[in-house]
Every structure is written in C-alpha cells, then in structure tokens.
DNA sequence: TCATAGTTTAACCTGTTAGTTTAACCACAT
DNA sequence: ATGTGGTTAAACTAACAGGTTAAACTATGA
C-alpha cells in the first residue's frame, strides 16, 4: 500500500503497447516486461496470468471506446452539427489511436464470446440524444426515414475504416504520408456533407 | 510426379482456413495438418516453414482480392450503375468471405513491410474505366469535383467495415443474426444512392 | 532493533511449439 | 523377388512460452 503505482502503471502502459501492436497471440509476456523495465515475474505478481492482464487491458479500451461514443451522442446540439462533430472527433480520436480499432475488431472477430461477459450498456448508445433526435426529425417527416444506427455506421465506417486500411488505400493512391493525410483531412469534410445531403433529399424523387 | 495436388491442396485450403480464423501467430501448424488430414511433418516437406506456408497463402489471397476488385472496376457499364454494381458485388463478397477483410488488414498492420515485397499493381485501380470515367464526367461539370478514390472507399467502407464490427453493431442494434444481416441488406440499398446523390447534387449550393 | 508485510529478483519447472530425423511404406521397373 | 524413388507416419529435439518458487530486499511501525 505504501508504493505509488508506477510499477503496475507501467506494466499496463507497456502490455498496452504490445497487445495493440501484436494482439494477444503475438504478444510475448517477456517483451512487456522489458518494455516497463522489470521482470517477467512481475507481470505475474501483478496480474497473474497473460489472460488476466490482457482482460484488464481490453476491457478498459473497450470501455473507454464505448463512453467516448456515448458522450458525444449526448453532446447538446441540433442533429446536423452533431453529425459534423461527430465526424470531427472520430477523425481526432482515430488519428491519435490508429492501432485501437483494428485491434478491438481483430481480438473481437477471434473471441466473440467475450462480448457477453462485459455488459457494455449498449442501449446508452441506442437511447442517445442522437438517436432521438433523429427519431424525431424522420417523424416529422424532416428527413429520410431510415434506422439511426446507419447513419452512426456511415459516420464510424467513413472515418474507421480508412485508418485500418491506411496501407492499402496509400498504395492505391500511391501516397506518402502527406498524401494520406490530407486524403483523411478531405474526407472528414465529405462524409457529414454527403450524410446531411441524404438525411434531407426528402421529397424529391 | 505420379501423385495428383491433392496433399498440396488440401494444405493450403487448410491452412487458408486457419491462419484467417487465428491469425498467424494464433495458428498451429498441427492444427492445419490436422484439419488437412496429414501428417505435420508434410507441411514442412511441402513449404518448409510456417513463414514460407503463410506468405505463400497471404500471397494469393491479396492478389485475388486485389484480381478481384480491378475487374469489376473495369466492368463495361457507365459509372452510376458500377457504383450499384460495386456495392452488390462486395456485399455479396464479403457476406461470403467474412474473415478475409479483417484477416487482411490485421496482418498488415502488424507486417506492414510485406506490402513493399508484394509488387500489387495497384495502378490498374488507378487507371481503370471506373477512375476514368469519373474524372471524365468531372471535367464535364456532370458531377461533383472529388477524388475518385474517395468514391471506391466509400463503396468499401461502406460494406466492408460494418462486417469487420458485426459483433459491435449487433450489440448496439440488439441485433440477433437475421437482424444484421437486413441491417446489411439495407445498406445495400443505401449507400450506393447516397454516393450518386451526392455526386449529381452539382449546381446546388 | 526487530518483526512484518509488501515488493523484487533469479533460477527453475513444465508444457508446447516449430522444425528434424528415421524408418517404414508403396508402386513399379528390373 | 529385389531394388529404387517418391511418399508417409511417428518419434525426437531444441528452443521458447507461460508460470512458479523461494530467497532477498525495502520500508515502516512497534
């Protein structure tokens, strides 16, 4: 009780780390000892088994993942601006985190059974102030009627997917590291204006 | 010489199978001898090694994904059907092949330097009717000013992504296997009208 | 000073893994 | 029958993985 934190910090900093670059079974329970600087028994001590710390590790990104979704949904603004926000902040999130979601798709697409053992409050999401907005808007007849949840996916699938697939689509678009981004940066512009576009061509056609 | 491919064979469609289950650091080459119903001593008498057995298989399997997506780029239809077409034909392509996508991108995160060894000519994308017929009708002033590669990932974002996160998805939708895949089947629908929307919505604004 | 709980270390143990070797096997030509 | 080349299964090996142990160290309070 006496000792300040910083070894089992250190330890869940550095497994962290590994386990996101390699993924459970490519992680070595060595490498992330010498990446905190101890030894390996010390993984041990602290969190027992390779799986245990690993739980730990995940959970926690998950959970984190998952309250960073909910906060902005709630946020206080009208649909449309939530849409280019929302947009904003995956763009900002994934940019700074470009090894979590494939990481959490990967390890999740392996042992989808771990899902029902963290009792992620996924309705929080499905009961957002976005969602009922949304709702609201479709009723009235404002916009498009479709499920809420497409458009949440157009906005993940629009800012996610180019990061998990960064080395692909810089091959096709023969970018350096510039080019990648600044194809990013254009796409945050366009995926809310495409989505708002479609949410409003109401009585046409 | 006497012998038919089928011990050659039937190694690589096992191995194929597990290494996209397990990734390449969660298969055991025990597991795919067994499944293959050989000896695991064969493997290493046909590929050597678990390296040279993996390249080999992510060798083939980029190269008919990559195969695959050129040739319907270069599908003698006009541009607005082959955005339909595209969003059909991957729809139908991942729904068959859900673990390759994933599989894919998780390997190359973790490898990214295979890319370079691999020599995909990804200018074939690049130069396909698709591309060029899109930049044609932009000169024209028919459709909105964009890059063309930002239309095709919008087509595989769209499709792709939501199969990578199907456990995510589902537990927010409170989806069981039926409701995914209409959620799926919606989107089919969707996303290919709003890519043409936004890409006709030209004097507007 | 001594006792104690908590922390750290090095050495060790055990099961598993990729990879190797050996010997048997089988069809077939001589 | 016998020898031969290609093919197979089984036992083996060395390295490495996760996990354990017991002893040593450290700070603190009695």
Redesign the pocket.
Known sequence: ???DI???EKILTAAGQIFKSKGYAG?????IADKAG?????????F????M?FDKIFKEILSSFHQNIVKILNDDINWEKKIIVLTERFFLFVSKNKDIPIFIFNELHKNPEFFQKQLLRFETIRNSSFFKELKTEMEKGNIVKTDPLQVLIHIFSGMIFPVIAEPIISSIGDFNNDGFESFMYQRKEIIPKIIIEYLKNNGEK
Chains 1, 2 share one sequence.
């Open positions: 009780m006496k000792k910083s070894t089992e992680a070595r329970m060595q490498e101890i030894n390996k028994a010390m993984l041990h001590y602290y027992r088994s390779k799986k710390l």
